[in-house]
């Protein structure tokens, strides 16, 4: 009989502060009590406290204490799991938040007013345990689906639901899949994007190691609908946790028949590879990627045709993202009609956002779609840091926009935003306050631009340095005459010559930033800088010395 | 060279001779040999019955392959806006200024590699720099000297714990 359930953090970063250790000093602890049978101790994936890692909850109370070290175990394990007392000396402290939304009730451990769809798990199960998937109804979708839908009926759910990709574009997910079901061929294949490079972004990471089951439940529903029998997940080299996690869960879903041949004995099949990355940015472009995974230089193939009519080994292929994948368990088992109560009427559900920069709280939470950015800052980040004043944000990593204080309060989805000159992207946000300059972010984004660029067409190769340059001289006060003109304008030919989202996206912030905060371009140019971040007419980092950092980079 | 052929084999074994897994074949040999030489790419060009310069290409593409020597030690620094606007430049400089060289370089005693690593999704804690894979987080100016001193002072490299 299990009384407890004890949950360590096991994300990379508690792992490096030695949560490892702690798991098997809670589990030699317990023995020594003989609790072995009574309580259960396991890792959990995402966390939401990432200022006390590495911490254990102790449930069913939800006892949080953190920071821990391995010393503290006999005294934790004596105390509340054998004695049945709060270990106080231990607890975390009262989570930053308190204080400024304290009105706000706590429902089941999430905050209030998040909505979560895909991380609903994530946190609250072990992810290496398909058991623990299915008790939080994982796979009931894919049964529902094999067991009452046909194909066709399982498509046009997901169209009505209005599900749009998560990885930035938000193209109609039931259309890019219509479009694959609709192609006459013998072999479909089904890839997940896992290559988050977006510099920001970490919620697929996040879901990954945190709910994995969810990702590959996603991925075999989109081959029932299309007609695929095979998937691969495209991941970063980077993400090694996350990779082992994945790999582990296809292992238990296949042993229990929950993928492989013969799914649930409905006849369907549905077998999943992993190919892992080795470190480029561009991959995380669809036609990229498909190169990539066939073992390639990760360069952009020319579209038409997508890969919906030729991708992988020129078949046709749905390229989905991980949170959009996650997305598609829950919306069949659920059914339209709840899904669509979420989130606008033009973008359905939730997003997940990764919250950074001059904020009192950063971290992942998944909100409604069409929340605002102030709602976002406000509650979920606890107010801007030090009080600071409010800048700017940018939305979707390096490719994403800068949004001025002028649409704090405009509603967050894909359309609205769209209107607005703006693009939501990935789902990063990352806030400056007024002590941080705008031309050393433009620079600093260009910089990762034109580091990434993968050399295939001119205006990308090319212009991402030439504009790269012409911030670094507006940012050392070192301005030629007309710079700021050029920089627009290679800007708008860079947009508009460009041979893929690489560098159509590239100069998005710089015309965004330009559009809100001219005058300091224009000051940079006249020699100052009035926050005092740019080296102004400090040390000639030369031209020369950046092309050879860029050219060892590629 | 016997043992990286070796190596080769053990890494062809995991993946199949399967032309499809080239870039995976050659990141692990890069993660576990610190670099593919010349001869390494050759052999991988022999037994995936690839092209040469098909092989060089991909594996020059890719950052996390790397065709030269690297030093001991390889200290990788995000450079991207999360970590820069939570004070990145400073520990820039920090890892520049104690090991004596610029980004992209290796030490003259071949102890250590300064690279630039893409975002590693760690943004919460930036700036964030890695030693040989192991990541540290909330980085600053003191943290640089302290961290990179307790690797100089033990022979055997990793620490326990990753500073907070």
């Not at chain 1, 599900?163 to 079901?181: E, S």
């Not at chain 1, 945190?210 to 299309?226: C, I, K, N, Q, S």
Request: one cysteine or more.
């Amino acid at each position: 009989m299990i009384r407890a359930h004890v949950m360590v953090s096991g994300d990379p970063l508690s792992l490096t502060r030695g949560a490892e250790a702690i798991k098997l000093a809670l589990e030699a602890e317990l023995a020594f009590h003989g609790l072995e049978d009574e309580v259960h101790v396991s890792y959990i994936g995402q966390t939401g406290r990432r200022d006390v890692l590495p911490f254990v909850i102790v449930y069913p109370e939800g006892t949080l204490y953190g920071p821990l070290r391995v010393e503290d175990v006999p005294f934790l394990v004596e105390e509340h799991l054998y004695k049945g007392r709060v270990a106080e000396t231990l607890l975390a402290p009262p989570d930053v938040l308190s204080g400024v939304i304290a009105r706000l009730p706590r429902r089941e451990g999430i905050l209030y007013g998040q909505q979560r769809v895909v991380l609903r798990r994530a946190g609250i199960i072990d992810p290496k345990s398909i058991e623990e998937y299915i008790a939080y109804d994982g796979y009931f979708g894919l049964a529902k689906a094999l067991a009452e839908l046909t194909p066709a009926q399982v498509l046009q759910t997901v169209k009505d639901s209005g599900l749009q990709g998560r990885g930035g574009a938000g193209f109609p997910t039931g259309m890019k899949w219509q479009f694959v079901a609709n192609q006459a061929a013998d072999t479909r294949y089904i890839v997940c994007n896992a290559d988050e490079s977006e510099p920001g972004t970490f919620k697929d990471r996040l879901i990954l190691e945190g709910d994995p089951h969810a990702v590959l439940e996603g991925m075999a529903l989109a081959g029932y609908a299309v007609g695929a029998h095979e998937g691969w997940i495209y991941i970063r080299g980077e993400y090694t946790l996350a990779k082992e996690r994945l790999e582990h869960a296809i292992k238990q879903a296949e042993a229990l028949g929950m993928l492989g041949d013969n799914i649930m004995e409905s006849g369907f099949s549905f077998h999943i590879h992993i190919h892992a990355g080795a470190g480029a940015y561009v991959c995380g472009e669809e036609t990229a990627l498909l190169e990539s995974l066939e073992g390639k230089r990760g360069i952009p193939r020319i579209r038409p045709p997508y890969p919906t009519v030729s991708g992988y080994h020129g078949m046709p292929t749905v390229v989905n993202n991980v949170e959009t994948l996650a997305n598609v368990p829950a919306i069949i088992r659920e059914g339209v009609t709840w899904y669509r109560a979420l989130g606008t009427e033009k973008s359905p559900g939730t997003k997940v956002y990764t919250m950074l920069g001059d904020v009192n709280i950063t971290g992942l939470i998944e909100v409604p779609m069409g929340i605002t950015l102030r709602e976002v800052i406000e509650i979920y980040g606890g107010g801007m840091k030090d009080g600071k004043a409010f800048k700017c944000a940018q939305t979707g990593g390096a490719a994403g926009s800068i949004i001025a204080p002028a649409l704090l309060d405009t509603p967050m989805d894909f359309a609205t935003m769209q209107q607005n000159g703006a693009a939501l992207g990935s789902g990063a946000l990352l806030v400056c306050g007024a002590d941080k300059c705008i031309v050393d972010l433009a620079y600093v984004l260009m910089r990762f631009f034109a580091t990434e660029s993968c050399g295939k067409c001119v205006p990308c190769r090319i212009g991402t340095l030439r504009m790269m340059e012409c911030l670094e001289r507006l940012r050392q006060g070192r301005a030629l005459p007309g710079d700021l003109e050029d920089l627009e304008r290679t800007a708008h030919q860079v947009i508009q010559t460009s041979f893929c989202g690489l560098g159509q996206g590239a100069p998005v912030s710089i015309l965004t930033a330009l559009r809100h905060f001219r005058e300091e371009f224009e000051a940079h140019a006249a020699g100052t800088c009035s926050t005092g971040v740019c080296p102004m007419a400090g040390p000639v980092e030369t031209v020369a010395a950046q092309h050879d950092y860029i050219s060892f980079m590629r | 060279m016997e043992e990286h052929m070796n190596l080769l084999t053990t890494v062809l074994e995991r993946y199949g001779a399967d032309p499809e897994a080239l870039v995976e074949i050659l990141r692990d040999l890069s993660q576990e040999t610190g670099y593919v030489s010349q001869e390494l790419l050759v052999a991988v060009a022999d037994r995936l019955q690839l092209p040469r310069s098909h092989v060089h290409s991909v594996a020059s593409f890719y950052s996390m392959i790397s065709v030269e020597p690297r030093g001991r030690h390889t200290v990788q620094m995000c450079q991207d806006a999360p970590c820069h606007v939570a004070g990145g430049r400073e520990v820039w400089q920090a890892l520049e200024e104690t090991l004596g060289i610029h980004f992209g370089e290796t030490t003259p005693d071949g102890e250590w590699t300064l690279q630039v690593t893409s975002c590693l999704g760690l943004c919460s804690v930036g700036p964030v720099i890695t030693i040989d894979g192991e990541v540290f987080g909330n980085m600053t100016h003191a943290k640089v000297q302290e961290l990179l001193g307790r690797y100089r002072g033990c022979c055997c490299g990793g620490s326990q714990g990753g500073a907070a």
